[in-house]
């Protein structure tokens, strides 16, 4: 089968021949190339890191939720209040990543609380 390729990368389409080809198109025969992805617009950026943020503020929540009914309780160990603290300041962290110089395109994400970072 033969293709028209778009020269910037971003799609083909089935022809017939090469006669069938247009100025903005390359003739291609065989499987043709995965199209380029378009980068995202500063608003799709922005969109996917406000959706990655809450989903990382659900987890957050998750793990907090037992830590501070251990604390209200006066029943957490000193290890429990210290991952509370942690988890507070790490969502913080999360909610202020729009106040980022390079936001949405260079985000530096906090390390999550308990794990390692290499």
Known sequence: MSYAVRKDGQGFRAIDGPEDIESHETYYEGVPPTPIALPLSAGEAANRAREAREQLLSVAANRMGPLQDAVERNKATPDE??????????RIELNRIELQQGFPSSIVWPPVPGEQTP
């Open 81 to 90: 209040v210290r991952m509370l603290d942690m988890w507070k300041d790490y």
